[in-house]
C-alpha cells in the first residue's frame, strides 16, 4: 500500500514535512508534484486542479493514505470518489484550506460543492494555519466540525548562502512585499505614494495606478523574490480581508531573515506575530502605517530588537520538519 504526499510545488525527495511525516508515522511515503501555483496560467492551474486528482484516483489503486499540501488535489480526490462510488477506504488530510464565501447563485454553487467534497468518508482531517479558522469553518460546515485542526505553518529555512548583497538594492533602503492571495495593495500604494519611502511589490499583473516614482511592481517569483528579500529593510503584508487567514508564508520568510514586519489587523496572524515584539500588527490607516514605519527607520535599537526576537521565534517554532511531526500525529 502507498501513502501519498500531494503537492503543487515541486520539492525535493528529503522535504522535511515528509520526514517528519515518515518520522512519527513509522511508513514510506511517496511526493507526487503537478503544478497548481500562480506561477502557472490560470487556465493551466485549474485544469490541473481537475485533471491531476482523478488520474491520482483511476491510477493508484492500492493508495492507503493522502496528504494533500494542494488543498483541491485532496478535494477533487474526496469528490471523484463519491461521484464514481468507488468506496476506496483512503484517509486523506487536506492542507492549505481557504474557504471564502461568495454571493450569489455561484456562491451558493460553491458551498454546496465544497460541501459535497468534505463530506466524503475519506476526509480524515482538515488542516488549517489559525486557531481562528477551526472555529470559523466549524461554523459554516458543522458536520465535519470535529475534523479541523490547527497547527501553525512550517516552512523550509531559507538557504542564505544563495543569497547576495546586492548593493544597487539595498542602496535603496526599500520596503518589500509579495503575494497576491487576499492583499489590499490599494491600500498600500496610496499610503505611501510620493513619500520619501521606497517599495517593491512582488506581484504579477498588478499595476501601480497612479505612476509614483517610489513605487515599483516586479514580476517576480522563487529565488528572484526571495533576493529582493534578503536585501530589503522591512516588509509590509496589507491584508483586505481580515476574516481570512492569509500572508503566513510571507511572514514567516522575513521572519526567519530578520525582516522587521508590519502586518494588517488579520485574526489569523497572532498566531504567528507578537506585536510590538517580532513586529506590528495595525489597523490599514495610514498615518498609523506611517507612524511605524517612521519607528523601524529611525530607531535603530527598535529594529535590532524586533530582528532578534523574530529569529529566535521561527527557530523555536516554525519549522517544516515540526509540521510534518504534527501531520503525523494526526494521521
Known amino acids: 500500500m502507498e501513502n501519498l504526499i500531494l503537492v ?15 518520522e512519527v508515522t513509522k511508513s514510506k511515503w511517496k511526493i507526487k508534484y503537478k503544478e497548481g501555483r500562480l506561477s502557472c496560467s490560470k487556465v493551466k492551474r485549474l485544469s490541473n486542479f481537475i485533471y491531476y486528482p482523478l488520474y491520482i484516483l483511476l491510477s493508484s489503486s492500492k493508495v492507503k493514505r493522502i496528504v494533500a499540501w494542494q488543498q483541491f488535489y485532496g478535494l477533487m480526490y474526496c469528490f471523484y470518489n463519491r461521484i464514481f462510488k468507488l468506496n476506496r477506504s483512503v484517509d486523506v488530510t487536506i492542507m492549505t484550506f481557504i474557504y471564502k464565501e461568495r454571493r450569489g447563485l455561484i456562491g451558493k454553487l460553491y458551498r454546496i460543492f465544497i460541501s459535497f467534497c468534505i463530506d466524503s468518508h475519506n476526509l480524515k482531517n482538515i488542516v488549517v494555519f489559525s486557531k481562528r479558522e477551526v472555529n470559523l469553518y466549524a461554523s459554516i460546515f458543522p458536520s465535519i466540525k470535529d475534523k479541523f485542526v490547527f497547527f501553525p505553518l512550517g516552512i523550509q529555512p531559507i538557504d542564505t548562502t544563495r543569497f547576495r548583497i546586492v548593493k ?17 495593495y490599494d491600500f498600500l500604494i496610496s499610503a505611501l505614494e510620493n513619500t520619501t519611502y521606497n517599495l517593491k511589490i512582488a506581484c504579477k499583473g498588478l499595476k501601480n495606478k497612479h505612476q509614483s516614482s517610489n513605487i515599483e511592481i516586479l514580476d517576480i517569483h522563487s529565488d528572484k523574490m526571495l533576493e529582493y528579500l534578503f536585501n530589503c529593510k522591512i516588509v509590509v503584508i496589507p491584508l483586505k480581508d481580515l476574516n481570512i487567514s492569509s500572508g503566513q508564508l510571507m511572514i514567516l520568510q522575513a521572519m526567519q531573515l530578520g525582516k522587521p514586519i508590519i502586518v494588517s489587523n488579520n485574526k489569523g496572524v497572532y498566531d504567528y506575530i507578537d506585536d510590538k515584539e517580532t513586529g506590528f500588527i495595525i489597523n490599514n490607516e495610514k498615518e498609523i502605517l506611517l507612524d511605524k514605519i517612521e519607528a523601524l527607520y529611525k530607531d535603530n535599537e ?6 532578534k526576537n523574530q529569529k529566535k521565534r521561527f527557530i523555536e517554532r516554525f519549522s517544516i520538519l515540526n509540521l510534518g511531526r504534527e501531520i503525523g500525529r494526526i494521521i
Open 8 to 22: 503543487d510545488m515541486p520539492v525535493n525527495n528529503d522535504w522535511e514535512l515528509k520526514q517528519g511525516i515518515e
Open 168 to 184: 544597487s538594492l539595498q542602496v535603496q533602503d526599500y520596503i518589500f512585499t509579495a503575494g497576491s492571495s487576499n492583499r489590499d
Open 302 to 307: 527598535l529594529y535590532k530588537r524586533i530582528s
